[in-house]
């Protein structure tokens, strides 16, 4: 997978440069196929760890010559992605400052802004000397034993707390609190506008939540918030005075829960309700030459396959591997490989 997978990023480096692979890596359909290419199965949550630890290991050692840096992965790896951008900074002699902050804000939309019942595990950054990035992002959902996987890329991206991502996926969707919806502006602006109100209001408007009787509507629970832990989180947003909702995003000890909190308190006082919409809208369980749920790019992708079976071809694989992955790629694309190259039938 390594192998396969640093010939592809050659060859999409050398055909699309470093932008052009960051734009692929953030569409989901182009993403998710490359993976089943490389020799994961498509219902798989491991095909998004996989996938994006072997780009990283596939291309250790010659990011310079290529130009494209990776840092994060899973688990405690995740949480050594602003080490790693810094240590590039570092090496590159370059300010990298932005590319952390763009790595923490967007785990935290992820984790907070957005409450979908999906607890983040992977994060994976990737970025060029240019300070172009994309990230790959993933969250497994306890009850359910389903992934979601969330992706960003910043060359279309215009707001962070604002419909940031270029997709969302995952095979099941229910309501969900997101507040980087674009239907969540007057509750952000709520939000932003407690945060100046005195800690001990706030906690009292909570403890009134506590003793009325909620819309059935609502999908998130009281028992849930606890006025006289949240008090002190009041506090530090009192002192900070964010000047707006990615800065009050980014303060120690503003997660999920004081954003619930105050959504709730934002929806009592102002009337300005939060999106309950469910954000993923790309599933792999069901879609075709239909639309649904997204439309084919057929000249991406006929342009793809013809450069994955060069890649496959290029790459220091065995006989065996190499017939196993253009076994796979026609699978996946509904093409036949014909004996153009190498003898390979």
């Not at 407690?194 to 906690?203: D, N, V, W």
Request: some cysteine; overall charge positive; proline content about 4%.
């Amino acid at each position: 997978m390594t192998q396969l997978a640093g010939a592809v990023v050659d060859l999409m480096v050398m055909e699309h440069e470093v932008s052009g692979l960051l734009t692929r890596l953030s569409n989901p359909g182009w993403f998710q196929a490359f993976g089943c290419v490389l020799g994961f199965d498509w219902h798989s949550s491991g095909v998004t760890t996989t996938t994006c630890g072997a780009i990283k290991e596939g291309i250790k050692g010659r990011e310079r010559e290529l130009g494209l840096f990776v840092a994060g992965g899973k688990g405690a790896t995740s949480r050594k992605t602003p080490h790693e951008i810094q240590q590039w900074g570092e090496t590159l002699g370059m300010d990298v400052a932005g590319l952390v902050d763009a790595s923490r804000t967007s785990a935290k939309v992820d984790s907070a802004a957005i409450q979908d019942g999906y607890q983040i595990y992977h994060h994976t950054f990737f970025f060029d000397a240019y300070k172009n990035w994309a990230v790959v992002q993933q969250g497994m959902n306890e009850d359910t034993g389903y992934a979601r996987r969330y992706h960003w890329n910043s060359i279309e991206l215009a707001d962070f707390v604002v419909a940031p991502h270029t997709a969302i996926c995952c095979d099941r969707r229910a309501p969900s609190l997101d507040l980087s919806a674009t239907q969540s502006e007057l509750s952000r602006m709520a939000v932003l506008q407690l945060t100046s109100e005195r800690p001990a209001k706030l906690a009292q408007q909570l403890y009134r939540l506590k003793s009325i009787k909620l819309p059935r509507r609502h999908e998130v629970l009281m028992a849930d918030i606890s006025p006289r832990r949240l008090e002190g989180i009041f506090l530090k947003t009192y002192e900070a005075q964010p000047e707006g909702f990615k800065q009050l995003l980014g303060l120690p000890g503003v997660g999920a829960k004081t954003l619930r909190a105050l959504a709730l308190v934002g929806e009592l006082v102002y009337g300005a309700a939060p999106s309950y919409e469910d954000p993923a809208r790309y599933s792999f369980a069901h879609g075709g030459k239909d639309g649904i749920p997204f439309p084919v790019d057929r000249p991406l992708y006929d342009q793809t396959i013809s450069l994955l079976r060069r890649a496959i071809r290029r790459a220091k694989l065995g006989r065996t591997d190499e017939l196993r992955a253009l076994k796979r790629l026609d699978r996946y694309f509904g093409a036949k490989t014909k004996a153009t190259e190498g003898g390979v039938r």
